[in-house]
């Protein structure tokens, strides 16, 4: 009987989407695209129907956009959605007015569910940081569990920090290469050493480290 339940649980979790679920992942453009061409869609018709406000449709790809994807692409998508917000409420006269009430209640909405986004992605953070009651002999696989060890926090040089850094706030290889004035392979040398030493494999377990590895260096 508790097998049955513990693979119910399992197939649960596997329809669960964490927040920044897509942040590092190389899919993560074309979904940051995908959410745009949406708006696109959202708005087109909305102005092909005046007498019909569609632009509520608009706060689906932003929440999933705002949950789902990085910072810095999370940004780029409400940039996206604000100047096809104003361009309907630019556009529709007659509308303006309830153009401009539902914009509120959207993106008060979507600015609500990042930060419930960000509070809990902080909360399972931590959860994975906590040390276990029991002693094993299993090599913990996060920042919590290693920065006592050789392979901690504090292992990392003064450079693979500031890589760790910066590539935890979202940049690419060859942002943080001209911020820090280095190549893209020594940036890619730098951080394929710092996930050594972290024990992790992903740039989305970094992301959720990035509150321990400190602010990013100032350019």
């Known amino acids: 009987m508790r097998g049955q339940l513990n693979r119910t649980k399992l197939n649960l979790d596997q329809f669960l989407v964490t927040p920044y679920a897509l942040a590092g992942s190389p899919r993560e453009l074309l979904f940051a695209g995908l959410f745009v061409i949406v708006l696109g869609a959202v708005f087109i018709a909305e102005i092909l129907t005046p007498d019909v406000v569609v632009g509520a449709f608009a706060i689906l790809p932003i929440l999933a956009a705002l949950w789902v994807l990085s910072s810095r692409l999370a940004a ?39 930060l419930y986004a960000t509070g809990l992605a902080s909360l399972l953070s931590s959860r994975r940081h906590m040390r276990p009651t029991t002693k094993s002999k299993v090599t913990p696989a996060t920042l919590g569990g290693i920065d006592r060890t050789s392979h901690g926090l504090r292992s990392l040089t003064r450079r693979e920090l500031e890589v760790a850094r910066l590539a935890a706030e979202g940049y690419t290889a060859a942002e943080i290469g001209r911020r820090l004035n280095i190549g893209d392979r020594t940036v890619e040398s730098h951080l394929a050493s710092a996930y050594s030493k972290l024990r992790i494999s992903s740039r989305l377990q970094l992301i959720r480290m990035a509150s321990r590895l400190g602010a990013p260096p100032e350019v």
Do not use: D, H, W
Request: glycine fraction near 10%; avoid cysteine; proline fraction near 0%.
């Open 76 to 114: 780029l998508v409400a940039i996206v959605a604000t100047l096809f917000f104003g361009a309907a409420v630019a556009l529709e006269t007659a509308n303006r007015m309830s153009l401009i009430l539902l914009g509120v209640v959207v993106f008060g909405t979507a600015v609500t569910g990042r």
